[in-house]
């Protein structure tokens, strides 16, 4: 593990561009642990203050600090995202993997299951699901809602590789050998689809992180728990922009851009080193 | 005492296209042989792409079902098999040993998991055992090949290890399905001998696919020749390839290209002496 | 034989060597899958190259018809073509030039018709594509030319407005044969282009290869691992082993008096019908590129191997007439 990170770091300017990016958002997030100020209370440094030596990222109309409430937010932003792709690619997976590799009707059954969350419109759907719970919806069930609508696409994709690993020689190999069904998909096929494991991983963060963002601007998220999504909503209510306090929106948006391209940089790297292709060739064989 | 291996008039048929204009395309058509008990042999199936001579392979193997008929194994239906015990008595190989194991991941795991779930072996030490065992019978050792992956072994080497695993299981039956077609051509020799042994010493019977005429006329004892998932000819090896007297097997034989078939097409013949057989469709 | 008149050679292949070099996250690799390989095509004949998988024959060939791509790259020596002589490889002619001479004067049947062959297209398209540039005229009078040279390959005219996968095998490497020959070119190059046909349609295609490069009086490069086929069809042959070549003859004297250790192997292990002699495989496995032998590359796996072997390699030598080969056993004491 650590020499694969030496490797990437030492032969690979994306990773290392997005290694730097993704460290930053994360010492920030890292950095609420240590907020002098709680995240909720409001008024407790005078409003408006534009970036200075004291309040770095200046405060809001609210009386926060920005720096130490975007601590919080993009912390709470991040784990929104981390959750919702660990989630959901736990369910791409099994669907995926079990689908294209016991085929019949397991696979016709999972397949319009797939793709009835594939075609299910899904703005309507959490906005309903945000009238319909309101003072119940918190980040976690949000985030599980999320995940139950985000896997469909990519098990279909994980479901189109397992299907050519079924009929490739070494599936059969691994099934004369005595080995069970899970055991085939979690030890022989799981190498061939985490590179797509991987590079959906980032996709989907970057999706649910956008699509809370969208969720919070508008107003249809617990707004009393701090995110990225939640601070341009207030910032929003006050007017920010029109009362020239750009720091409050210029530096969430900032953050969030570069927790984006930080991911996909990385997912693009990490694909190329974990690709079975390129793993082959630095074992030596291959061409 | 019944038959190791009996075909009872099988067929199979699968529906090819869409919702509306399905059609049933039948690979293979009412096939009846059988594999005595205690005479091991090399049967081999004859034939080209199309002749069903793989599908049949699957169902012997249990991995397609038939449409109509029969494969039993020792008497018994192998559908009605647990697929573990009748795994432990047959096995197979496949064609592409570059393909027969996962590039990803060593070899010598594929050997000691079928020691452990077929050989009985109990423990990482029986299980070595086994595996070395079969791997010397094929004429390599555990030594060579423990930790190595796939692409650090040449293709007959694997072809030898794909054997090896099979002869943990200590099947009474192996399928092979194009063993050495991709095998180059200065190690083919040695695998296609290696079956002989495996039938000579170990007693093995071996169901050989292929559609190299002159590798089964070498090691089969019978065969079959399929065309369109029908057999058109059957009997003794020697005597059918050297004697066929169905009109595809003539042509079959006559295509088949040697080193002694100097100058079919060269430029000292005159022009009309290339003739073509006329396979046009 | 006949077409011995004409020395003027169509290919001149010189010490060309090729590599493949790799380098993944630090991983550096180079893989010598053609070193050092000399041998002419003269006009009118058919140059067979035997090898086995990892001979480096369908590398050397890449490398002579210019199909260079990274991470395989031409290192040393020349491939020259006598239809483009102010350059000493394909590979090394600008763009517009390699497309000037592509088809009309060097064309190539590969071993999958389906990778020449649009599958959304049909057939007349491929042939306008490929052909129409270079020989011009009219839609109507480059569409009857195609279809009449169809006819060469024993192919109904109809074809011409079929989809690949309305036809078999056999129908669409005779396809891909006239695609390939319909430009009247000076040198085809052939991968194994019967590999994956059976051998009743096998025997048929070759039949039409040969007939249509008699007609033509063109130059053929074979590629086939399969010793039969070079039996029956080429003129020439030469064997290929770890990237070099080790024996070349006319085809009848190769069979008839091999001189490499490695060819009397390839053609004595042949299994014959009607011959129930036993037939021994090789010892010992094709060495890695990556670090080949010294020496003789063959030597660790050769019955005939001296101390020599191992640290000389062995020059190509004019043994017998038009057959050279590569031994120390049957050359003693000539090193390259």
């Known amino acids: ?138 980040t976690t069930l949000l985030a599980t809602i999320m995940a139950c609508l985000g ?40 190498p061939y689809v985490l590179p797509i494991v991987f590079s959906t991983t980032m996709n989907n963060m970057n999706w649910s992180i956008g699509i809370e963002v969208t969720l919070a601007v508008l107003g249809f998220t617990d707004i009393n728990a701090p995110t990225i999504g939640g601070m341009i909503y207030w910032a929003n209510q006050h007017t920010a922009l029109v009362a020239g306090i750009w720091w409050w929106i210029a530096f969430p948006i900032g953050l969030v851009v570069m927790t984006f391209v930080g991911l996909f940089l990385l997912a693009v790297s990490m694909n190329e080193y974990i690709d079975p292709r390129s793993r082959l060739a630095r074992m030596g064989g291959g061409r | 005492m019944s038959a190791l291996l009996e075909l009872d ?95 990803l991941k060593q070899l010598d795991r594929y050997l000691f998991m079928t020691a452990e779930r077929f050989g009985d072996a109990s423990g990482k030490g029986a299980a070595q055992a086994q595996a070395d065992e079969a791997l010397r019978q094929v004429g390599l050792s555990l030594a060579e090949i423990a930790g190595r992956f796939p692409h650090e072994l040449s293709g007959g080497q694997l072809q030898r290890v794909a054997i090896a695993r099979a002869l943990v299981a200590k099947p009474r039956l192996i399928v092979a399905d194009e063993p050495v077609s991709m095998v180059d051509a200065s190690l083919r020799m040695s695998i296609v001998n290696l079956f002989g042994r495996l039938r000579d010493q170990l007693g093995l019977s071996i169901v050989y696919i292929t559609h190299d005429l002159a590798t089964a006329y070498y090691i089969s004892d019978r065969l079959i020749i399929m065309q369109k998932g ?51 469709p | 034989m006949s077409e011995a008149s004409d020395p003027a050679p169509v290919l001149e292949v010189r010490d060309l060597q090729a590599h493949f070099r790799t380098r993944y ?4 690799r180079e893989v010598r899958a053609v070193d050092g390989v000399s041998f002419d095509v003269r006009r009118n004949e058919i140059y067979g190259l035997a090898g086995e998988s990892s001979s480096g024959k369908t590398t050397l060939v890449k490398t002579i018809a210019g199909l260079l791509k990274p991470p395989l790259e031409m290192v040393g020596g020349s491939a020259r073509f006598s239809f483009l002589p102010e350059w000493d490889a394909v590979g090394r002619a600008p763009p517009e030039v390699v497309r000037r001479i592509r088809w009309r004067h060097l064309s190539y ?163 014959r019908i009607g011959d129930v002699k036993q037939r021994e495989g090789l010892e010992g496995t094709p060495p890695n590129l990556a670090a080949p032998p010294p020496g003789c590359r063959f030597h660790p796996r050769c019955p005939l191997a001296m101390p020599v072997c191992a640290t000389m390699v062995p020059a190509m030598v004019e043994t017998l007439p038009r057959h050279r080969v590569a031994c120390h056993a049957v050359n003693p004491g000539v090193a390259a």
Request: with cysteine.
């Open chain 2, 230 to 280: 029908v057999v058109v000819e059957q009997g003794p090896a020697r005597a059918v390839l050297s004697a066929p007297t169905h009109p595809y097997s003539r042509q079959l034989r006559d295509a088949v290209l040697t080193p002694d078939s100097a100058g079919a097409f060269r430029a000292d013949h005159s022009p009309k002496a290339v003739a073509t057989s006329g396979d046009m």
């Open chain 3, 25 to 28: 996250f630090g991983v550096n």
């Open chain 1, 1 to 138: 593990m650590l020499t694969i990170l030496r490797d990437l770091i030492r032969y690979n300017l994306e990773f290392r561009i997005g290694l730097v990016l993704v460290t930053i958002v994360l010492v920030m997030a890292g950095l609420s642990f240590v907020s002098p100020y709680p995240p909720g209370e409001v008024y407790i440094v005078p409003p408006d203050v534009p970036p200075s030596s004291t309040y770095w990222l200046g405060t809001t109309s609210r009386g926060q600090d920005v720096f130490w409430q975007l601590t919080f937010a993009i912390r709470n932003t991040l784990s929104f995202g981390i959750m919702v792709a660990v989630l959901s690619r736990i369910i791409a997976l099994v669907v995926g993997l079990l689908a294209g590799y016991s085929g019949g009707w397991i696979d016709r059954v999972l397949m319009s299951i797939n793709d009835t969350f594939i075609i299910i419109p899904l703005f309507p759907i959490l906005i309903l699901f945000y009238f319909v719970l309101r003072d119940t919806m918190s």
């Open chain 2, 9 to 103: 008039r099988v067929s199979k048929s699968f529906s090819r296209g869409g919702l509306f204009s399905k059609q049933r395309v039948e690979a293979v058509k009412d096939v009846s042989f059988a594999l005595e008990p205690d005479k091991p042999e090399i049967f081999t199936v004859i034939g080209e792409s199309g002749s069903g001579k793989s599908t049949l392979a699957r169902m012997i193997l249990g991995i397609h079902a038939p449409s109509s008929g029969q494969v039993r194994l020792a008497g018994r239906d192998v559908a009605t098999y647990e697929r573990r015990a009748f795994m432990a008595e047959v096995q197979p190989i496949f064609q592409n040993p570059f393909e027969a194991f996962n590039p």
């Open chain 1, 151 to 190: 896997w469909a696409y990519d098990a279909r994709l994980i479901r189109s590789v397992a299907l050519s690993l079924k009929t490739r020689e070494f599936t059969q190999t691994s099934i004369f050998s005595g080995m069970k069904t899970h055991e085939i998909l979690a030890r022989e096929h799981l």
């Open chain 3, 109 to 271: 049947i590969m071993q999958g018709s389906m990778n020449v062959l649009n599958p959304l297209r049909r057939i007349k398209h491929s042939f306008r594509d490929f052909a129409w540039r270079h020989l011009g005229g009219s839609k109507g009078e480059f569409d009857a030319r195609a279809a009449a040279h169809l006819e060469r390959v024993k192919l109904d005219p109809s074809v011409l407005s079929a989809y690949p996968h309305e036809l078999s095998g056999g129908m669409r490497q005779r396809v891909t044969i006239a695609l390939a020959t319909i430009c009247k070119p000076d040198f085809v190059i052939a991968d194994e282009p019967t590999t994956a046909l059976d051998v009743v349609v096998q025997k048929d295609v070759l039949a039409m290869i040969r007939n249509i490069q008699r007609e033509m009086e063109s130059s053929v490069l074979f590629i086939t691992h399969d010793m039969g086929v070079h039996a029956a069809l080429t003129d020439r042959l030469g064997i290929m082993y770890a990237g070099r070549l080790v024996e070349d003859g006319d085809t009848p004297d190769v069979f008839a008096t091999p001189l490499h250790p490695y060819t009397r192997h390839l053609i004595a292990s042949l299994p």
